[in-house]
């Protein structure tokens, strides 16, 4: 079993950055691939991105490739979304996610671990 608990949310005004980062608890981190996902107010939560269990593969939501990067560091057990040029679009609460599958996944229910969520917010 992991734990994932997310940080770095927050106001940001449009066209800022933000670097969230999702803590696992556990020594079987490597053994997951990650993803983020986002839930709007009043919309279902949606894929963001995803990054496979060594990093070496990752996959993102059309609507954030170029500004939005997953990353991974597999010896502090951490998964990273860095994201650049935020638009209003993008407020959310973000939530990170681990599976058990060998590959990267845009599916919800492929996710096993969920963590808390962090809220995203950005000003126009």
């Known amino acids: 079993q992991v734990q994932l608990v997310e940080s770095g949310g927050g106001l940001v005004q449009a066209g800022g950055s933000l670097r969230l980062s999702c803590a696992a608890s556990g020594r079987t981190f490597s053994s997951y691939a990650m993803g983020w996902f986002r839930q709007a107010p009043g919309k279902e939560r949606d894929f963001v991105a995803a990054?496979?269990?060594?990093?070496?593969?990752?996959s993102y939501r059309d609507s954030v490739k170029g500004r939005f990067t997953i990353s991974r560091d597999n010896a502090k057990n951490t998964v990273y979304l860095q994201m650049n040029s935020l638009k209003p679009e993008d407020t959310a609460v973000y939530y990170c996610?681990?599976?058990?599958?060998?590959?990267?996944?845009?599916?919800?229910?492929?996710?096993?671990?969920w963590g808390q969520g962090t809220q995203v917010t950005v000003s126009s």
């Open positions: 996610a681990a599976t058990l599958r060998l590959l990267t996944t845009t599916a919800e229910p492929d996710y096993n671990y």
């Open positions: 990054i496979s269990r060594g990093g070496g593969s990752t």
